[in-house]
């Protein structure tokens, strides 16, 4: 039972350090005015990757039901 408390702690610290990386970081370097445009190039560019993936997906599950329906 050691070895497994031993993995939640190492995955909370694993957790925890994502956290911060990614809300920490950005929350600094805006507060001191700096990579303002950066971090909204980042968003805007994540958001569209997003909306890429889920046009794809439609696309593809479209195709498929086609697929289906012939067979």
């Known amino acids: ?3 497994a408390s031993d993995i939640f702690r190492i995955v909370g610290i694993v957790l925890l350090v ?3 990386l990614a809300v920490g970081v950005p929350l600094v370097l805006a507060a001191a005015g700096v990579a303002l445009g ?3 190039l980042l968003v805007g560019l994540a958001i569209a ?3 890429i993936a889920i046009v794809v997906a439609i696309i ?3 195709i498929v ?3 289906a ?3």
């Open 60 to 62: 593809y599950l479209v």
């Open 18 to 20: 994502l956290f911060v």
């Open 1 to 3: 039972m050691k070895e």
């Open 49 to 51: 990757v997003i909306k």
């Open 38 to 40: 950066i971090i909204g």
């Open 65 to 67: 039901g086609i697929r």
């Open 69 to 71: 329906v012939l067979r």
